[in-house]
Structure formats: C-alpha cells, structure tokens
C-alpha cells in the first residue's frame, strides 16, 4: 500500500470520526472537564498550556486532512462535471476549465455573461 492511499484512508476516517456529533460532544465534555479543574489547578499557567498546546496540535493536523479529503472530493466532483460535459456534446473546451489561470477564467466569464445577454435580449419564437 502506497503512503499516499494510506493517508487518504487515515484522513476520510478521521473527517469522518470528527464530523460526528459525538465528537462534538465529546470535545465540549472535555473543555467542561478541564474548565472545572481550573480552580483545583489554581488557574496556573501549566493548566492553560494543556488546553492551549491541545488544541493547536489538533487544528494544525485537522487543517491537512481537511484538505486532503478536500483536494479528494473537489477532484471527483469536477471529473465527473468533466464527464457530463463530455457526453452532452456541449463545448468540450469546458473541460478541465479549473486548470487555466485566473485571467483566462475571467475572460471566459466575461465571454459567457455576454452570451447570456444577447440570449435574454433575444425574443423567444411564440410557440
């Protein structure tokens, strides 16, 4: 197994254990538990860093599964856009769109809203 199919393995199970509510629930009882020791700890420094040093280390991990699974699902979403685009005999020079740069995209934008006026300001044939 590749580290890159393994990663991505790791990284949809864990989107999926901490999009659970559980979770949720979980994380709230523990930022109960710890606000609760605050008085037994005196409020001490050492009791803010726990708190502080967790949940820096968890965001900064949780931001590149996040973006893992992402880059994952925008990626399937856009081949399959790509497919329908391919299949409805539309202009085929749509497909991988999201690859040209953000002036081209821009100019392709403008291009299409112009399209988009002339169609409304062209009458509909009386059916």
Do not use: Y
């Not at 991505?8 to 999926?16: F, G, H, I, L, T």
């Not at 254990?17 to 605050?38: Q, T, Y």
């Not at 392709?108 to 988009?116: D, E, N, S, T, V």
Request: hydrophobic share 50%; charged share 20%; proline share 2%.
């Amino acid at each position: 197994m590749k580290i890159t199919d393994a990663f991505s393995k790791a990284a949809d199970a864990v989107a999926e254990a901490a999009g659970h509510p559980a979770s949720f629930v979980s994380c709230c009882l523990l930022i109960i538990v710890w606000g609760i020791a605050g008085p037994f700890c005196g409020f001490s420094d050492t009791w803010q860093l726990v708190i502080n040093t967790g949940t820096t280390i968890i965001t900064f991990l949780m931001v590149f599964l996040i973006q893992n699974t992402q880059n994952r699902e925008n990626a399937g979403i856009q081949a399959k856009l790509d497919e329908l685009v391919r299949v409805a005999e539309a202009r085929n020079d749509f497909i991988a769109v999201e690859k040209l740069s953000e002036d081209e995209v821009l100019k392709l934008r403008k291009a299409l809203i112009a399209l988009g006026e002339t169609a409304r300001e062209t009458p509909l044939a009386a059916g």
